[in-house]
């Protein structure tokens, strides 16, 4: 290697280590080589918070289209040559806290990128405990529990061809990956530890184990490539009316929000046989990979059989479990969710039921139950 190119990959692996030291609660000794290599002064904090510089990252880079919030935040920290940890420290946030939009602004003058683009991808909580509903990617989601916040969920070809999170892997219900025609994994292939945010990189486990790598293809089902493809676009806010009409669903249900989709699937695909019952608490808890994935193909078999007259309204109302419709027509996330959903209960469950839904919550009867287009 050139002198001179040795010289600058020496220099940039200084640059690093100096701005993560500084976010170490640094000796004296460290704050004054830090601040001397930087010539920036400490913004003064409020009591008990970490530092944080008015500098920037000595690597930036924008989130890439379709990328992961969380996923941006670690590949950023993963090539300044820290950990998501060393970040939080830089942005003055506590070791274990979460990342949310109103961190953007502050992640904003780290990278010189717009702070509305960063606010975008990172996930925004509202509420406590049980009514906790969050907004991201320009998205509503009615649950906690509809994004995948604390463990994550790969590819692991893309993870191996394109270095980067996708956005569509942070839906609790995305299972498989359209493009390579293989599952997604929540645990690491190797040892099965979980995979988590925290972790050294992109392709790398926090166990050591690299994640990315060759995937069996299977025959994967249509079914579970079609639900992708559905969550994928409406996630991307596009319009999915000639996709739909393709595979034979309902074109009606085109403007259901991502939100909605989700819950539409897991209210159709989660009894595996008649009359089953739903656990106490499984709406409130992140699937596994393959949970979702067993759930999203029922649901969607369920759906085109249902949509192609193949499976009557009385037959299907046997396996549907209403609870995830009934909570989302109450507090839709999205404009047509309720419209939408309200005539689905209507059709499966008829006008009695729908009734009497409308009479336990009486704002739903200034609505329509039997409009053309919803």
Known sequence: MPAEATFALSNAMSLKRSFWQLMRAPSNWTLRCCLKRFRSPLVVPPSGAIPLLDVQLP??????????????????????????VNLRRALGMKDREAF????????????????????????????????????????RFRSRSALRLRFAQVCPACVSTYLFSKAEWDLSFSAVCVEHRCNLIDRCPKCNAAIRWERPSIEWGHCGHLLGGLQ????????????????????????????????????????????GWMNLLLAFGLGCDRWAVARPGIFGKIPTTGFARDVVRRGMERLIAWSQSILDSEELAHFVIDVP??????????????????????????????????????GLGQLSLFEDDA
């Open 100 to 139: 949310r939009q109103w961190h953007a602004p502050a992640l904003a003058r780290l990278v010189e990128v717009g702070k509305s683009d960063l606010g975008w991808i990172l996930p925004q909580a509202v509420g406590r405990g049980a009514g906790t509903r969050l907004s991201c990617y320009g998205c």
């Open 325 to 362: 419709m009934v909570r989302l027509i109450v507090e839709p996330s999205g404009e047509f969710d309720r419209e939408i959903l309200l005539r689905t209960f209507s059709m499966l469950y008829g006008s009695k039921a729908a009734d009497q839904l409308k009479r336990c919550h009486p």
């Open 216 to 259: 069996q293809v299977g025959q994967m089902a249509d079914q579970s490539l079609l639900a992708q493809a559905i969550l994928s676009m409406r996630l991307g806010h596009d319009c999915v009316e000639g996709l739909l009409v393709e595979a034979g669903l309902f074109p009606w249900l085109a403007k259901l929000s991502v939100d």
């Open 59 to 84: 690597i930036r880079f924008a989130p890439l289209v379709g990328e992961s919030g969380l996923g941006y935040c670690l590949r950023l920290a993963h090539a300044n040559g820290g950990g998501l």
